[in-house]
């Protein structure tokens, strides 16, 4: 008895209950057009920002799945650069950035040009610009030559989900999925996006970096269904949160037959609950415009525009005059005459006593002036 699905002889005839999925679909279908509805009202330049804190979450998110995690600021940075954005070339970024970045733009901005052999080799050569993978020599930019276990968990604990195709498979397993993902067939943009996720993930074509691919796969079929290269909410982000039920899916169904139901229902579940924290994105987008709004006529310099900024965009821990000396690159002397010039200007007020080092916090106000 075959142990997994690919080892099946109707493989990869996948088959699901269209009657169970049809209400989750309508629901999500509906959820996502309200999405783009209000963020199209936003304007261009708010849509903007709110694509650079989606594909930013979207990038780090990714890589924070396979267990490397980057550094949130030069991933956006990288990301402001390619769009052409103001905050463009704040840091230097390293080439594992550049690389996730990379694939991730390819993907979403260029969704409606079709998938092909070299295009997986370019983005698996994009994230592993070194050839190494951790302490491990991989082969990059071509598909994997040896079996593979694809596990969860850290090392030593490591749980086993499913193996995939042997590699002899993996040149006509991917011709096939290419042919099918560039074809025009009738069925839903989004349940297309969800089969392909899972159909990449099961050949596990590459080394290392199969995971990060599938996801950008999914966007992109994602963007098909949009028809928008602009992106408001990120699908690995909110399989990040649910990353345990994600592996139970997914081994639950690589050890079932061709009925992808489940699966495909999981996914529809994660993309609605996505959409959740794509509300808290645009909220934040909203807040951050309003303060500017608010405060379009005071005097401000460079230095104080740069960390405001950092502040609305999510900065992380507490602000201290030492931390503003290290973001503004001034001295601290300097970061304290910032400080305190935004303090009497009720731009910054510090906060309840709690430590040896005195911390600040932005004062939102409306227009009017009352502090919210």
């Known amino acids: 008895m075959p142990t997994y699905i690919h080892e099946l002889p109707d493989w990869p005839r996948f088959r699901w209950e269209k009657d169970a999925l049809e209400s989750q679909l309508a629901a999500v279908r509906h959820r996502q057009g309200r999405?783009?509805?209000?963020?199209?009202?936003?304007?261009?330049?708010?849509?903007?920002?709110?694509t650079?804190?989606?594909?930013?979450?979207?990038?780090?998110?990714?890589?924070?799945i396979e267990g490397e995690i980057l550094d949130k600021e030069l991933v956006r940075s990288s990301l402001a650069r390619h769009l052409g954005m103001e905050k463009g070339g704040l840091k230097n970024v390293d080439r594992n950035v550049e690389g996730i970045v990379e694939v991730i733009l390819d993907a979403t901005r260029n969704y409606d040009k079709p998938l092909t052999r070299e295009r997986?080799?370019?983005?698996?050569?994009?994230?592993?610009?070194?050839?190494?993978?951790?302490?491990?020599?991989?082969?990059v930019g071509q598909w994997r030559s040896d079996s593979i276990e694809v596990v969860s968990g850290p090392e030593g604990k490591q749980r086993i989900h499913f193996e995939g195709p042997p590699a002899d498979r993996v040149e006509s397993e991917m011709s096939a999925f290419i042919d099918w993902f560039?074809?025009?067939?009738?069925?839903?943009?989004?349940?297309?996006?969800?089969?392909?996720?899972?159909?990449?993930?099961?050949?596990?074509?590459?080394?290392?970096?199969n995971g990060r691919i599938a996801r950008a796969i999914a966007d992109m079929g994602l963007a098909r269904s949009e028809k928008t290269p602009q992106r408001f909410y990120?699908?690995?982000a909110q399989i990040r949160r649910e990353r345990n039920e994600y592996y139970d899916y997914l081994e639950?169904?690589?050890?079932?037959?061709?009925?992808?139901?489940?699966?495909?229902?999981?996914?529809?579940?994660?993309?609605?609950?996505?959409f959740e924290h794509a509300e808290e994105i645009q909220s934040d987008v909203l807040q951050?415009?309003?303060?500017?709004?608010t405060h379009a006529s005071m005097a401000l310099n460079e230095r104080q525009r740069l960390v405001i900024n950092r502040l609305l965009d999510g900065f992380e821990g507490k602000l201290t005059s030492s931390k503003w000396a290290k973001l503004a690159k001034t001295s601290q002397p300097?970061?304290?005459?910032?400080?305190?010039?935004?303090?009497s200007k009720g731009i910054l007020q510090k906060d309840a006593a709690g430590g040896r080092s005195t911390s600040y916090s932005l004062v939102f106000r409306e227009p009017s002036g009352k502090i919210v």
């Open 252 to 274: 639950e169904t690589q050890k079932g037959d061709l009925d992808i139901t489940n699966q495909l229902n999981w996914f529809l579940g994660c993309l609605d609950r996505a």
């Open 234 to 236: 990120s699908i690995s």
């Open 120 to 139: 997986f080799f370019s983005w698996h050569a994009a994230l592993f610009p070194t050839g190494w993978s951790g302490l491990r020599k991989i082969k």
């Open 334 to 343: 300097t970061a304290g005459r910032d400080i305190d010039d935004l303090e």
């Open 52 to 64: 650079l804190r989606t594909l930013t979450e979207e990038a780090v998110k990714s890589s924070e």
């Open 182 to 209: 560039n074809s025009e067939i009738d069925l839903d943009p989004v349940l297309k996006a969800a089969i392909a996720h899972f159909w990449f993930v099961t050949i596990h074509p590459f080394e290392d970096g």
């Open 35 to 50: 999405l783009l509805g209000r963020m199209e009202s936003l304007g261009f330049q708010l849509r903007e920002e709110a």
């Open 288 to 293: 951050k415009a309003k303060f500017w709004e």
